[in-house]
């Protein structure tokens, strides 16, 4: 199955900094990329739909000037958390779908673990 | 909006019994519904899409049931083993938003020799 790449797997940041993780198709191209948000015991929640070469969508309550996303590239969307917080340390995942893939398959990278001291 | 609901218990079976999961939702009428696997500290895989017009879908030793008039949605594993445990996502698209995902909180399943 296709394969999307998560960096970094771990990281740990004082609070106030600005922490990038960037999400990759290795083997595919991807129009779209979606970045969600787990916390512990909890679903997965949507934050966001990176879209290539033009402005992410938002999901209603995320803060787009907090959390930054670029799709500079069919196999690269980037997520940047901005002046973290501690409430910000959570599991970050992306997926992607094949641009004319199976209808809905998504695949998921590895997930992002951010913890905020 | 939207809901989906899984039983947020954990599901506990003996190796080689078969292991149902429930996922229901409201206030929608979906195009299809997926299944995923998680196991801790990773993301999803994707295990099985069943879409409206199917009643059924299997894969080796999994099973999707998809009744629209109840809004659910039925997932077996037959023969379970313990490398089956893991939590499983009940997921469906947004209403409108091809490809976009809403998951259920998903259900434990932890099968002991």
């Known amino acids: 199955g296709a394969v999307v790449s998560q960096h970094p797997s771990r990281v740990i940041c004082k609070s106030g900094t600005s922490v990038k993780i960037e999400c990759r198709s290795l083997d595919f191209q991807a129009t779209t990329m979606f970045w969600y948000r787990q916390f512990p015991k909890q679903s997965l929640m949507l934050m966001a739909t990176?879209?290539?070469?033009?402005?992410?969508?938002?999901e209603q309550g995320v803060e787009k000037d907090k959390f930054l996303i670029n799709h500079a590239s069919l196999t690269l969307s980037t997520l940047t958390v901005t002046s973290a917080h501690p409430e910000d340390s959570s599991f970050y995942i992306c997926s992607a779908t094949p641009s004319g893939g199976v209808t809905g398959e998504l695949f998921f990278g590895e997930g992002s673990r951010l913890t905020v001291l | 909006s939207q809901k989906i609901e899984q039983n947020s218990e954990a599901l506990n079976i003996q190796e080689g019994k078969t292991a149902t999961l429930t996922c229901n939702y409201t206030?929608?009428?979906?195009?299809?519904l997926q299944w995923y696997r998680q196991d801790p500290g990773r993301g999803p895989v994707f295990l099985l899409l069943?879409?409206?017009?199917?009643k059924e879908k299997r894969k080796e030793r999994l099973k999707v049931t998809f009744d629209t008039t109840l809004k659910q949605s039925l997932f077996h594993i037959t023969a379970s083993q313990p490398a089956d445990s893991a939590t499983y996502l009940c997921?469906?698209?947004?209403?409108?938003?091809?490809?976009?995902?809403?998951f259920g909180a998903g259900t434990r399943l932890a099968v002991h020799p």
């Open positions: 069943i879409r409206e017009n199917e």
């Open positions: 990176s879209n290539e070469g033009s402005k992410a969508t938002y």
């Open positions: 997921a469906l698209p947004f209403s409108g938003g091809y490809n976009k995902l809403i």
């Open positions: 206030n929608y009428s979906p195009a299809y």
